[in-house]
């Protein structure tokens, strides 16, 4: 039976075979005889038509699909095909030799037994511009021997370009451009040896050899790869070739290209050169300007430095110059604004100089001028205001004094003045721009006289940008809406009131009105304003009182109302604002508890609740898979254990509970958290022992640890001092320039430093700090804290320390102050310490340690108080002499000792003397500054100590 069934099966399998075989070949032969006619309108009948499969579709090369129309809407059967639209045959033969469905509305898939591929004598097929739903560019493609122009561009073809197109031995132009990601894996063109033109932009060439695309034919006119992901190093010799008319490479960010080439003679046909974002080593060579047909060239972000040559001013029939993101140094070319046919004018994000023309002579069509953040000066010229097209006038970020003209033309739609030395007022014209969207004019000196009459036909308008000027008057009469405007900010502009307006402004998503004098109770409508879209409020910095505002609270996703003199409670209606991911009330008078609801949520990032009178305990209902990353509850009245719950904060970065009466003992349930940078639980009610880790690497990111002002007591914690890795080993190089904090909101602390409370404005990733002051800490201080490398301050002061001071101190290489005052802290200060070469503040003062002060070095800048109350110091800068026996041990290091010194930390004797002297001088603001090239800066500002 079974052998029986295994015979059967072969057989049914030949049948099924030769069956197989002859329906494939009278299914060739019926694609063959078929007519061209009837295979065109099989063809049609095979798809469908739809108006969306031809939608309009731009790039800065091509417009496409402009006017479209189904083309093959009009085909009648009864007709011969040689008249239907898109069909051309030829004169004598009668076969179809051309066929143009570009934007037809067709959309469907298209097979491999298509009856598309039984007109065999097609030399140009253009299917550009339909939907070919995904199908794969058939093999069948192949086929069409006698093809001479095949455009399958934007059209929703996918995968793998067969191999076969390289069997199309007559193909003088290839167009795949714009599909949806075409892979490319064989460089079918090596074989091409007709080919002019080859556009396959948007596809995947990234395991295509760039060197592959060496040696086209010199009669190329058109290469076009676009954001093909084309990687490695290209020699590139295309700008050489002697007909190139269209160069786009543009796109591919891993494309090497090198330097620019010089060709001599060559490229004088060259109008479209996009290589942006390509990576070029060098300069903008002065041939460029022998490049006479040139109409569009963009080089933006490509690394380019030097000067922009003048030379560009001789390509007259540029359209669009676009060089902005490089590093373009030197004067701003006069001539490019005599440019005729300009219509885009690129160079912001370089770094230019001087001031701009006093008069052109082009610019008449110019839509685009961006010049934003370069260094230019001077006043802006009045034909500026007189530019007939100009839709974008963008020009922030530069150095530009005098006053905003009056504009002339009512097309401008975008305006960025901000960040210059503008003055005086708006200009009264711009009431008549009707297209404009956005008006930036933040941080100049302008005078604003906030008459809304002025915006009452600005219809367009989104945006309006006032921030950092002085804002004269605001007039509150308004009866009409600005009914787009999304984003208003008039920060630190001198206003002592609520902008009624504002009241207008239903579909506002953005309000920052930070740093003004608004004082008093927040008005009801306020809630109202931009009802369900408003996401973003900023009111930091100001003088409002009484009770938390009534918002709707729905969208908002940024709340900052921090430093103002708000009272009551938080109203529990913030629990509605379900997306909120920043909120900031600190330094305000708030009562009441925590809102459990802030506590649970999912989304809530940073809650700063600083400096309020918030009490009760601190809720416990953090969810796992929070969101936190910043609490801070500092100077508050909270007080009970910690709730457990923290530990469910995996994403917390920084923690700040000092100020308060939380009580318990050492929080143990952090030591997990892996992201914990800020630990601060100064002034607390904390006791007993410190114990061992709980885990086995404890606080693997710690950076700031203070405990200060506690009731700890015990010996130090040894094994915690032992796994502190972020304190033991900083790679300052790699994180140097690295401030805590994201997006709207930063860090800040206060902490103590150098022995004054300190608000560091921003947090340096690279701060690291120990404080376990005023506690009763006894025993001695282990030697393993001398690992600790990258601490910049070490406050023991105020504890019952005793034993000696560990000579492993002297590796504490960043140490800037050392605090070990009052404790019972015997033996000598060992010499080490004098390799402490940024110690600008030393407290060893009520110890009992006796013998000669280490001497040199910084231990030249501290004075008296350094060092008083002990038992038998001696030595500068203490009156007492040390005797010939204390004495010979005061020796300053050899001079050997010195040298290697330096070498160590590689910076020369001269730099360190600078830094003598410099000691703790503190203004409102100060630049923390480091003497050593490279090392970090960061701005602390004073704060009043309690
Ligand atoms: C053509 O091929 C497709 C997919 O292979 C198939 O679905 C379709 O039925 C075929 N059409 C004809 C007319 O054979
Ligand atoms: C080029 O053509 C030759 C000969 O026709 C063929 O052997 C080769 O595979 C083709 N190469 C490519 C990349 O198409
Ligand atoms: C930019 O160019 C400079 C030399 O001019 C080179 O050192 C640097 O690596 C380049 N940057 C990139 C991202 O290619
Ligand atoms: C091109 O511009 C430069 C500098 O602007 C000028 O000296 C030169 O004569 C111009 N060349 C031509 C061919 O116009
Ligand atoms: C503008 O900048 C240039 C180059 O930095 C400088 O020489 C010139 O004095 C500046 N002019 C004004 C008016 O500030």
Request: hydrophobic share 40%.
């Amino acid at each position: 039976m079974g052998c029986l069934g295994w015979k059967y099966q072969l057989f049914c399998l030949l049948v099924l075979l030769s069956f197989l075989f002859h329906l494939q070949s009278s299914f060739s032969s019926s694609l063959s005889s078929i007519s061209p006619c009837s295979a065109l309108l099989h063809f049609n009948s095979s798809l469908s038509l739809h108006r969306t499969a031809s939608l309009s579709f731009y790039t800065s090369r091509i417009q496409m699909c402009d006017n479209s129309y189904p083309k093959t809407a009009s085909w009648k059967e009864d007709k011969d095909c040689c008249g239907w639209d898109g069909v051309v045959c030829d004169q004598t033969t009668r076969h179809v030799i051309g066929l143009d469905l570009s934007c037809s509305w067709l959309s469907g898939s298209i097979h491999s037994n298509s009856t598309l591929f039984s007109l065999p004598h097609l030399r140009t097929l253009n299917l550009a511009g339909n939907d070919f739903n995904y199908s794969l560019i058939s093999s069948e493609f192949g086929n069409f021997k006698s093809l001479t122009h095949l455009n399958l561009s934007n059209s929703m073809f996918f995968g793998k370009i067969p191999y076969e197109i390289s069997h199309l031995s007559s193909l003088v132009s290839l167009d795949l451009s714009y599909n949806s990601v075409l892979l490319i894996e064989t460089p079918v063109w090596k074989n091409l040896t007709q080919l002019r033109e080859l556009l396959l932009d948007w596809s995947n060439m990234s395991s295509i050899r760039p060197n592959s695309l060496m040696n086209l034919s010199s009669s190329f006119t058109t290469l076009s790869l676009h954001d093909c992901n084309l990687q490695g190093k290209l020699q590139n010799n295309f700008l050489c070739l002697p007909n190139i008319q269209t160069l786009d490479l543009g796109g591919n960010w891993n494309l090497d290209l090198g330097s620019l080439p010089k060709c001599n003679g060559s490229s004088i046909f060259l109008k479209f050169l996009d290589l942006f974002e390509t990576r070029f080593s060098g300069e903008l060579l002065d041939s460029i300007g022998n490049m006479k047909s040139l109409k569009h060239l963009n080089l933006y972000n490509c690394n380019l430095t030097g000067s922009i040559p003048t030379s560009l001013g001789n390509l007259t029939k540029l359209t669009t110059l676009d060089l902005s993101y490089n590093s373009f140094r030197g004067l701003l070319p006069l001539s490019l604004f005599n440019l005729p046919n300009l219509s885009g004018l690129y160079l912001h994000n370089n770094q230019l100089v001087g001031p701009l023309p006093n008069h052109v002579s082009g610019l008449l069509n110019i839509k685009d001028l961006y010049l934003s953040s370069n260094f230019l000066n001077g006043t802006l010229p009045s034909w500026m205001f007189n530019l007939p097209s100009l839709e974008s006038l963008i020009l922030d970020g530069n150095q530009f004094i005098g006053e905003i003209g009056e504009f002339k033309s009512n097309s401008l739609g975008y305006l960025d003045l901000g960040y210059n030395k503008l003055q005086g007022s708006i200009p009264r014209s711009i009431s008549k721009l009707v297209n404009l969207t956005y008006l930036s004019l933040p941080s100049n000196n302008l005078s604003i006289m906030l008459e809304l009459e002025m915006f009452s036909k600005l219809k367009n308008l989104e945006l309006l940008d006032f921030s950092n000027n002085n804002l004269v008057s605001i007039n509150n009469n308004v009866t009409y809406t600005l009914p787009k405007l999304s984003s208003l900010s008039l920060s630190s502009c001198n206003i002592s009131e609520f902008p009624i307006f504002l009241r207008i402004a239903t579909t506002l998503q953005f309000l920052d009105l930070s740093k003004n004098r608004i004082y008093g109770q927040v008005p009801k409508w306020l809630g109202d304003v931009g009802r369900d879209s408003l996401y973003f409020l900023d009111l930091h910095d100001n003088l409002l009182q009484g009770l938390f505002p009534t918002l709707r609270f729905l969208s908002l996703e940024y709340l900052f109302v921090s430093n103002n003199e708000l009272s009551g409670e938080i109203p529990s209606l913030i629990c509605n604002a379900s997306s909120l991911y920043v909120l900031d009330l600190s330094h305000n008078n708030l009562s009441g508890v925590v809102p459990k609801c802030l506590v649970h949520s999912n989304v809530l990032s940073v809650l700063d609740l600083r400096m309020n009178s918030l009490h009760g305990t601190i809720p416990k209902t953090f969810s796992k898979g929070n969101n936190f990353r910043d609490i801070n509850l500092n100077g508050n009245q909270l007080e009970g254990p910690l709730p457990q719950a923290l530990a469910n904060c995996r994403n917390l970065e920084v923690l700040d509970l000092g100020s308060n009466k939380i009580n318990g003992t050492f929080p143990y349930l952090l030591e997990g958290l892996l992201n914990l940078k800020v630990l601060i639980i100064r002034s607390n009610k904390f006791q007993g022992h410190i114990g061992s880790p709980k885990t086995k690497f404890p606080f693997p990111n710690l950076r700031i640890l203070d405990i200060s002002n506690n009731e700890f007591n015990g010996p130090l914690p040894i094994k915690y001092f032992k796994y502190l890795k972020a304190m033991t080993n900083v790679d300052e190089g790699k994180v140097a320039l690295n401030y805590m904090g994201k997006g709207y909101y930063q860090d800040s602390l206060n902490v103590m430093m150098k022995g004054s409370y300190i608000e560091l404005v921003r947090i340096q990733t690279v701060f690291t700090i120990i404080d376990f002051s005023n506690n009763s800490f006894r025993g001695e201080m282990p030697k393993i804290i001398g690992s600790l490398k990258s601490l910049k301050g070490l406050n023991f002061s105020h504890n019952n320390l005793t034993g000696y001071i560990p000579s492993s101190f002297g590796n504490l290489s960043n140490l800037e102050w050392l605090d070990l005052s009052f404790n019972k802290l015997i033996g000598e200060i060992p010499r080490q310490l004098a390799n402490l070469l940024w110690l600008e503040v030393l407290n060893l003062s009520h110890n009992q340690l006796t013998g000669p002060i280490p001497s040199g070095k910084q231990f030249n800048t501290f004075d008296n108080d350094s060092y008083i109350e002990n038992l038998g110091l001696c030595g500068f800068p203490l009156s007492r002499m040390c005797d010939s026996h204390e004495a010979k041990k005061q020796q300053p290091l050899t001079l050997q000792q010195k040298d290697k010194l330096e070498l160590e930390n590689g910076f020369s004797w001269q730099a360190i003397s600078m830094g003598y002297g410099c000691g703790v001088i503190f203004g409102m603001l100060m630049g923390y500054l480091m003497f050593k090239i490279g090392k970090p800066k960061w701005i602390v500002r004073m704060v009043k100590v309690e």
